[in-house]
């Protein structure tokens, strides 16, 4: 399996608060992306990465940000969370752009 | 209407049958990823293919470019072959990947 790991598994937050979830790789990817997962919809696209510094955005970008400092390490940050943000959030890696992706285990997100 | 569709959305057999889950795109393509969501929650690459058939071990992926059509068959299926089954197709200029909402498939022992 590749080595990705997400961090925290799951979250209960309030609206309002600011919530970072963090995303792990050890395999050396370029490219890293967080999607969201919602019933009625097919994973959505939030942000992507193409390198240390390197980010652009998907589909779905309204209401998060991303920073990554390190190739290993691709974080996803909601300033202030709404219930819309309520998700399941998954993190992925790949080699090249759009290539097979492999995905991280995923976050339960809560905004109560 | 979504740009990939695919069918059934749902999808109950009997151990041992033979199975098709079918991915329609309107969009023009370069590749197309099937996907497998254990029921934990877990998503994991089967294939990625952008002309003909790709097979390993019991699941063949099948791809018709022109037709904007792809098919997932899983012959002798099994109790832990349960999943959700992903489509999602890269567009031609690579820039996107739209995923399919996935179908449900149940095996029954």
């Known amino acids: 399996d590749a080595g990705i790991t997400q961090s925290p598994r799951h979250k209960v937050t309030e609206t309002g608060t600011p919530v970072t979830l963090r995303c792990h790789q050890t395999?050396?990817?370029?490219?890293m992306y967080w999607y969201r997962q919602d019933p009625g919809h097919g994973l959505r696209l939030i942000h992507y990465?193409?390198?240390?510094?390197?980010?652009d955005k998907g589909e779905v970008s309204d209401g998060y940000s991303v920073s990554r400092s390190k190739t290993e390490d691709f974080l996803l940050t909601l300033e202030s969370a709404t219930s819309s943000q309520t998700s399941v959030y998954f993190c992925?890696?790949?080699?090249?752009?759009?290539?097979?992706?492999?995905f991280g285990p995923g976050t339960r997100l809560t905004v109560l | 209407k979504n740009e990939v569709e695919q069918s059934p959305q749902n999808l109950t057999a009997q151990e041992g049958e033979f199975i098709t889950i079918n991915c329609s795109y309107s969009?023009?393509?370069?590749?197309l990823h099937w996907l497998q969501q254990h029921p934990g929650g877990g998503i994991v690459s089967l294939f990625m293919?952008?002309?003909g058939k790709k097979k390993h071990g019991r699941l063949i992926a099948t791809i018709n470019i022109q037709e904007k059509h792809s098919s997932l068959h899983i012959t002798a299926s099994h109790p832990r072959d349960s999943a959700v089954y992903i489509c999602?197709?890269?567009?031609?200029?690579?820039?996107?990947?739209?995923f399919g909402e996935g179908t449900q498939l149940t095996v029954n022992p």
């Open positions: 992925a890696i790949s080699d090249m752009f759009n290539n097979e992706q492999f």
């Open positions: 395999e050396n990817h370029r490219y």
């Open positions: 990465s193409y390198g240390v510094k390197d980010t």
């Open positions: 969009v023009g393509i370069s590749a």
């Open positions: 293919l952008s002309s």
């Open positions: 999602a197709a890269r567009e031609t200029s690579g820039s996107r990947l739209t």
